[in-house]
Structures are given as C-alpha cells and as structure tokens.
C-alpha cells in the first residue's frame, strides 16, 4: 500500500513540474533587468494566461528560491510594415520577481558580468 501512495505523490509532483515550464517562457536579460539583479529583481517572459500567483509557485518550484512580490506587465501587440504589408507584431507578458535577501538565481550570473 505505502509504494502505491508514494508512486502517486511522485507523479502529482511530476505534473506541477511540466506547468510550472509552461508558465516561465523564457528569461528577460537586458540592460536594465541585469541593473535590476543589485536589487534582488529578476525579469522573465511568461505566459500570456499566467496569474501571479501560479508565476511564485513555478519561480520557487524551479530555482528553490523564496519569492517576496511578483509585478506583471502586459506589453501590448504593435503595428509593424513588413514591406507594403502590414502585420503585427505578438504581444506579451513580463514578469518582475523580488526575491527574499540573500536568494539568487544562478541562470542571471553570467549576465552581471
């Protein structure tokens, strides 16, 4: 009975995982965002449908870390001419981490430098 439960506490664990991927698109590294790292602020694109609060749990499931605030912005789609075409360029949303003092994400480091 105990390896048939804990065979089913793993895969819950395994399907948290595979959404907490899906909600971090990717990591924002600009200028600003790496200024931003001092602060204990990292910057990340993410999903489009992702709330806050499903966005601290995948920080802290993937990196181990302790999230404080999570700030979202909503960049809007633009108009873009590709040629005599017009077009639009996609829309997204980025999300600014504060993490507790003394918490790093180790992915950000070599940006810093």
Do not use: C, H
Not at 64 to 84: E, M, Q, S
């Amino acid at each position: 009975m105990e390896k048939a439960i804990a065979k089913k506490e793993n895969k819950e664990k395994q399907i948290i995982g595979n959404v907490d991927f899906g909600i971090l698109v990717e990591p924002w590294v600009t200028e600003a965002s790496t200024a931003m790292m001092e602060m204990n602020k990292y910057v990340f694109k993410v999903a489009s449908r992702a709330e806050k609060g499903k966005i601290k749990r995948a920080v802290e499931g993937l990196y181990n870390v302790k999230v404080i605030a999570v700030n979202t912005i909503n960049i809007p789609k633009k108009l873009r001419n590709y040629g005599n075409t017009p077009g639009w360029k996609s829309g997204f949303k980025k999300a600014i981490i504060t993490l507790k003092e003394g918490d790093k994400i180790e992915l950000f480091e070599g940006a810093s430098k």
